[in-house]
């Protein structure tokens, strides 16, 4: 089969590998849509910690194609999606219900096989079966929207407060669908690009600001009555966000870093800031538990508006390169050929 391997830093190939034989207790998927995301950068950048030569791709949607003894929940031709991560079970925080913080997790597309191939081997209990008719593309955006799940309920934000989010790529507008239904507002967004902020609008966003624009906290804070944010989501990586974000928040505020930034890079802050308005920083990580939540979501969010475009296996450097120079909403790949 073709596979898109990682070798190391600036280093990915598509090669013909052997076809994978589910075991016990695993399936096999053809995988249809496949997306790439930003730790997808960092792991081709060298930034991101993972295990040559793994096939990426970890948001992933497929059909069923075989099932191995003693399967019982998955049936071939199933379109299913993938929950990308296997636990120890046997650590402290497996144990405490944290599995999401495994000293020992393991991501398929990082460090196991992932779904940039032709076919992909995964346990059946990572596998959740998609609504009838929701078009794959769709489908393999649960991953990420799980993602965001999980960040909502990290930040538990009441209705009726207003927010402000960094950045505008897939995650960024999945926050802002989930920030309309949580009853937020306003909802202030921060992004440099004209057409993520037009995109930001679209999705529901009540103000945008370009953060390079002379006076734009002024403008920020003018829209929530010179108060501060009642909450702040960081959803670039980036440590200089989090250093103006602290500014910007109210009183009681809530500050969620979503972004993944590079390990290296560190943030100067004020701790008598943080002190004198009794701010909150927290962090998110992954999807514990969040996956069944987010397939429930998917057909009402219509997350089609993020104009997917879809490359096959072989223009992997255009896809890679689109994704790098944000010429498209959502970048994924069509493993099969045209997408469903």
Same mark, same amino acid.
């Given at each position: 089969?073709?596979?898109?391997?990682?070798?190391?830093?600036?280093?990915l190939r598509l090669e013909d590998v052997p076809q994978p034989t589910p075991g016990p207790g695993e399936i096999r998927i053809r995988p249809v849509a496949v997306?790439?995301?930003?730790?997808?950068?960092?792991?081709?950048?060298? $930034?991101?910690?993972?295990?040559?030569?793994?096939?990426?791709?970890?948001?992933?949607?497929?059909?069923?194609?075989?099932?191995?003894?003693?399967?019982?929940?998955?049936?071939?031709?199933?379109?299913?999606?993938?929950?990308?991560?296997?636990?120890?079970?046997?650590?402290?925080?497996?144990?405490?219900?944290?599995?999401?913080?495994?000293?020992?997790?393991?991501?398929?597309?990082?460090?196991?096989?992932?779904?940039?191939?032709?076919?992909e081997v995964i346990p059946e209990g990572i596998a959740y079966r998609l609504p009838d008719g929701l078009d794959p593309k769709i489908g393999a955006l649960?991953?990420?929207?799980?993602?965001?799940?999980?960040?909502?309920?990290?930040?538990?934000?009441?209705?009726? $407060?207003?927010?402000g989010l960094w950045g505008a790529g897939p995650a960024g507008l999945i926050m802002v669908t989930l920030f309309r239904l949580a009853g937020?507002?306003?909802?202030?967004?921060?992004?440099?690009?004209?057409?993520?902020?037009?995109?930001?609008?679209?999705?529901?966003?009540h103000a945008v600001v370009d953060p390079l624009a002379e006076g734009w906290?002024?403008?920020?804070?003018?829209?929530?009555?010179?108060?501060?944010?009642?909450s702040i989501v960081e959803a670039v990586g980036s440590p200089r966000?989090?250093?103006?974000?602290?500014?910007?928040a109210a009183r009681q505020g809530t500050i969620l870093v979503f972004g993944v930034a590079n390990p290296g890079e560190t943030a100067a802050i004020r701790p008598q800031e943080v002190f004198a308005k009794e701010l909150t920083i927290l962090g998110t990580v992954i999807n514990p538990f969040t996956h069944h939540r987010a397939v429930e979501l998917l057909p009402a969010l219509g997350l089609d508006r993020l104009g997917i475009r879809t490359y096959p296996l072989e223009?992997?450097?255009?896809?890679?390169?689109?994704?790098?120079?944000?010429?498209?909403?959502?970048v994924q790949f069509a493993p099969q050929g045209a997408a469903e």
């Amino acid at each position: 089969m073709k596979a898109l391997r990682f070798y190391g830093p600036h280093d990915l190939r598509l090669e013909d590998v052997p076809q994978p034989t589910p075991g016990p207790g695993e399936i096999r998927i053809r995988p249809v849509a496949v997306g790439i995301c930003g730790t997808d950068l960092h792991i081709l950048d060298g $930034t991101f910690s993972a295990r040559p030569p793994v096939i990426l791709g970890h948001e992933v949607a497929g059909r069923v194609d075989a099932v191995g003894a003693g399967v019982r929940n998955a049936r071939e031709g199933d379109l299913v999606t993938v929950e990308p991560h296997r636990y120890c079970g046997v650590c402290r925080y497996c144990r405490l219900g944290r599995e999401h913080l495994c000293l020992d997790k393991e991501a398929f597309g990082v460090h196991l096989n992932g779904g940039m191939a032709e076919f992909e081997v995964i346990p059946e209990g990572i596998a959740y079966r998609l609504p009838d008719g929701l078009d794959p593309k769709i489908g393999a955006l649960a991953e990420p929207l799980s993602c965001c799940v999980h960040a909502m309920d990290r930040l538990a934000p009441r209705s009726g $407060t207003s927010i402000g989010l960094w950045g505008a790529g897939p995650a960024g507008l999945i926050m802002v669908t989930l920030f309309r239904l949580a009853g937020l507002t306003p909802i202030v967004v921060f992004e440099p690009d004209a057409a993520r902020r037009q995109s930001a609008l679209t999705f529901g966003a009540h103000a945008v600001v370009d953060p390079l624009a002379e006076g734009w906290q002024a403008e920020a804070l003018k829209v929530v009555g010179g108060d501060g944010f009642d909450s702040i989501v960081e959803a670039v990586g980036s440590p200089r966000v989090l250093e103006s974000a602290i500014p910007l928040a109210a009183r009681q505020g809530t500050i969620l870093v979503f972004g993944v930034a590079n390990p290296g890079e560190t943030a100067a802050i004020r701790p008598q800031e943080v002190f004198a308005k009794e701010l909150t920083i927290l962090g998110t990580v992954i999807n514990p538990f969040t996956h069944h939540r987010a397939v429930e979501l998917l057909p009402a969010l219509g997350l089609d508006r993020l104009g997917i475009r879809t490359y096959p296996l072989e223009a992997h450097p255009e896809a890679f390169a689109a994704q790098q120079q944000r010429l498209a909403g959502k970048v994924q790949f069509a493993p099969q050929g045209a997408a469903e």
